[in-house]
């Protein structure tokens, strides 16, 4: 009897989109990081999650949730929508809820993408993004920053009329440097793409950004499509919850092919608790707040200038690519995970999220002595 060999892959194949894919993921965890080096670590400043933790209200909301774990998450996320929709002063029917921003990214490139559409975005913005439009079929069109660390908003828009761009992604607060743009530069920025582009405005860390005054939610909401997350100020990361705002047509567009069931019981219970704790949220404002002027302290004794940021953590130029992966290199086999941006020119730079005031003296002495071995 012939010997069957066991197939490495489906006898009918993958589909060619996915088949021509490179084998890559936006972020590789710190988890991941843990096996490859075999170091545990100890400051966890790399994936911008809240070293302040979670509001308490929060934590006891969830765990009353969880008692009923047997049970699906309500599918509409009715309860939560109600209460986004109040806040921002828009129609119920303009929120969708999805298992945080990048669930939210990936359900945009699927709705509005046909294979080869055109898609603008900065050239080392948030790669996730990149990831999805890739997964769906779209070309992506790079413009890099500006030479001040900010986003070119004249050059994505002359890119999307170039391109006749179906989307455009901007983060403001940006990640990775944390520059920022008020109302009227966004206002300016929208009248000038194309009518056909859609503006993903992602505003993860906008909480962040004191005094800045943003857009009201209902503007250009069938041009823009807002999304906001609960896993950096309020400290839900892994529970993986966040929401779009936009027009009515697009969350119907979006129902269309949805995972449904995706956001679970616990996560809505724990987020709907979070928006209350106004307290909490104050407190974790505040103490980013303190420990950004804390970094940055530090990087000018070490004679770095950090990019002022609006956000939750620090992009600190070090001179060099080389200098930027050794620095994180040397900080790991200490325990310490911070990012390094994976594009010239920002790999020059060090991403290091504000933890606490404890954690930030942990990492300016174990940085210092990085940067003094560095050195020579």
Not at 35 to 43: A, N, T
Not at 196 to 210: C, G, K, P, R
Not at 283 to 295: E, F, K, M, N, P
């Amino acid at each position: 009897m012939a010997e069957q060999r066991e197939r490495t892959a489906p006898a009918g194949g993958y589909a060619r989109l996915v088949a021509e894919l490179p084998a890559t993921v936006p972020f590789i965890a710190p988890e991941a990081l843990e096996r490859m080096s075999g170091v545990p670590i100890r400051l966890r400043l790399g994936a911008n999650e809240s070293p302040f933790g979670s509001s308490p209200k929060a934590v006891a909301a969830m765990r009353e949730a969880a008692s009923g774990t047997a049970w699906y998450g309500d599918p509409e996320s009715r309860d939560l929508r109600l209460v986004l929709a109040n806040r921002h002063g828009v129609p119920f029917e303009a929120i969708s809820v999805g298992s945080g921003i990048d669930e939210l990214l990936g359900l945009i490139a699927r709705v509005f993408l046909n294979p080869g559409d055109a898609v603008v975005t900065s050239l080392g913005g948030y790669p996730t993004f990149n990831y999805h439009v890739a997964g769906y079929g779209g070309t992506l069109h790079f413009v890099p920053y500006t030479d001040a660390w900010q986003n070119d908003l004249d050059g994505l828009a002359e890119a999307a009329h170039r391109t006749s761009a179906k989307l455009v992604y901007l983060a403001n607060p940006d990640n990775p440097t944390g520059t920022v743009f008020g109302a009227a530069q966004l206002a300016a920025f929208i009248d000038a793409l194309p009518e056909q582009t859609t503006l993903v405005l992602d505003e993860a860390y906008v909480e962040f950004a004191a005094g800045l005054q943003t857009l009201p939610m209902s503007h250009c909401m069938n041009r823009v499509i807002r999304l906001r997350t609960f896993s950096k100020a309020y400290g839900l990361a892994g529970a993986r919850i966040g929401y779009a705002v936009t027009h009515p047509d697009t969350v119907a567009a979006f129902d269309k092919v949805r995972n449904h069931f995706g956001v679970n019981r616990v996560a809505q219970a724990g987020a709907l608790a979070a928006l209350e704790d106004t307290v909490f949220l104050a407190d974790v404002r505040r103490q980013v707040a303190a420990g950004q002027a804390q970094l940055t302290e530090v990087a000018h004794r070490l004679g770095y200038r950090p990019v002022p940021s609006a956000a939750s953590f620090l992009f600190i130029p070090v001179g060099s690519a080389d200098r930027a992966a050794r620095t994180a290199e040397a900080l790991l086999q200490r325990g310490v995970f911070i990012r390094v941006p994976g594009v010239a020119p920002l790999d020059e730079g060090l991403r290091v999220t504000i933890g606490t005031r404890e954690q930030l003296s942990q990492f300016a002495e174990i940085w210092a002595q990085v940067d003094r071995e560095l050195r020579g």
